[in-house]
């Protein structure tokens, strides 16, 4: 497609539920970010994936957090018994040589 | 490891008046930097990046930055602010290693004045 597609754009889940929040990048570009965003806060980095290589899961929270890609296409991350401090802009970008597309973002909100 | 610092979490102009946002990176190796702007409730829009060509880079909306190796620094400015202008400023690096991982700084809040 022609952008970074993320879905669903909101989500509203009750605590201690898992969700699931997917990204569709670009097409061909060969790595894959996922950021969290809290209100009124910066871009927290989560997960990275390049190419065929192991992701850098080093930004991940907690053990609830995880995240899959298959190849170079869909990624979706996944948290478990979801918590209150979980809720935030949940951002996808994908990138080739430096040129970073980011999606519109899931908005989770646990209640 | 890659980071980067900006000084001021709010910042405040008068409108016409000169917008300066500060950025300071740390990298081992010639970094690309980037700078992105979020309007209230909208997503990242990039504003400009600097990839190892010419130091002062031109943005969208008149923006501009210039790449200081000596300081470390990559500012951002605009002569002259227009209420338009007030939103999120993140400034944020990439290259350490050969890797297009893309760190941010925890952002500026601009506001413009009338």
């Known amino acids: 497609g022609a952008g970074v597609s993320q879905s669903p754009s909101n989500k509203v889940t009750e605590k201690g539920k898992d969700v699931e929040l997917r990204c569709d990048p670009i097409s061909g570009h060969t790595a894959l970010y996922w950021y969290r965003q809290r209100l009124g806060q910066g871009l927290e980095f989560l997960i990275y994936?390049?190419?065929?290589?192991?992701?850098?899961k080093s930004g991940l929270p907690s053990d609830r957090f995880s995240a899959e890609r298959t190849g170079e296409s869909v990624s979706t991350l996944t948290i478990q018994r979801t918590q209150q401090e979980d809720s935030a802009v949940y951002l996808c970008?994908?990138?080739?040589?430096?040129?970073?597309?980011f999606g519109s973002g899931t908005r989770l909100t646990v209640v | 490891a890659q980071s980067v610092t900006q000084l001021g979490s709010h910042v405040s102009v008068s409108e016409g008046a000169l917008v300066l946002l500060r950025c300071n990176y740390s990298s081992s190796v010639p970094p690309y930097l980037f700078w992105y702007v979020q309007y209230p409730n909208q997503g990242l829009q990039l504003l400009l990046k600097?990839?190892?060509?010419?130091?002062l880079v031109k943005g969208i909306n008149g923006f501009e930055a210039e790449f200081k190796k000596s300081e470390t620094s990559f500012h951002l400015t605009k002569p002259s602010a227009h209420m338009s202008d007030a939103a999120e400023y993140f400034c944020a690096v990439s290259g350490e290693g050969g890797s297009e991982k893309l760190v941010f700084g925890k952002g500026t809040k601009l506001t413009v004045n009338p």
């Open positions: 970008a994908s990138s080739l040589w430096a040129g970073y597309t």
């Open positions: 600097y990839t190892s060509a010419a130091t």
């Open positions: 994936f390049q190419g065929n290589s192991a992701p850098d």
